[in-house]
C-alpha cells in the first residue's frame, strides 16, 4: 500500500485545523479513514510533520549472491526443473534450506521463468471432446441423461 501525498495530508489537517466539520466529515470528503486522521494529526503534535514516515525496509533475503548463482546453475542444468525440485537440490547440494515461494521469488530475480519450457510436444494421451465440449465424444444423450438420473427416478415394475 502507497502512503498518502503530502499534498492530500496539508489538505485533511487544514480542514481539521478549520474546524467546522467533523473528522469522519472529513475522512468521507477526502476518502481517507477517521484512524487515519487521528495519527496524522498525532504525529504532528509529536513530531511537528505530516509527512510520511520512511519506508522501514524488511527481512534481508534468504538467497543472497553464492545461493542466487547456486540456483541459476542449477537452472541452466535442468531448465525444466519444478520449484519443488530446485528447491530440494538447494537444500541438498548448496545447503541452503528455502521455501518455494522463496525459490519462485529468486527466479523473477534472476530474470528466469518459473513454468517449464513450452518447446516440448504436447503429451498425446488428450481426452476427446464432444459435441458438448464435456468429454463424452461416442455416447448418445440418451445415455448421459440415463445415467445421470436413475437415482432420481422411481424404480420400473419387472414385466
Known sequence: MEAYSLDLRE??????????FTRSEIAEEF?????????????????????AKPHAGGFPSVMDRAALAALKSLVAEQPDATLPELRDRLAQRHHVPVS???VCRALAKLGLPRKKSRCMPRSATRRESGA????????SNRSRRRNAS??????????
Request: glycine share 10%; net charge positive.
Open 100 to 102: 518455494e515461494p522463496t
Open 132 to 139: 458438448n465440449g464435456d468429454g463424452s465424444a461416442g455416447r
Open 31 to 51: 476518502h481517507v479513514s477517521v484512524p487515519f486522521i487521528t495519527k496524522l494529526l498525532r504525529r504532528r503534535r509529536q513530531t511537528g510533520s505530516i509527512a
Open 150 to 159: 436413475w437415482w432420481t427416478s422411481a424404480p420400473r415394475p419387472r414385466p
Open 11 to 20: 489538505r485533511v489537517a487544514a480542514a481539521c485545523d478549520e474546524g467546522c
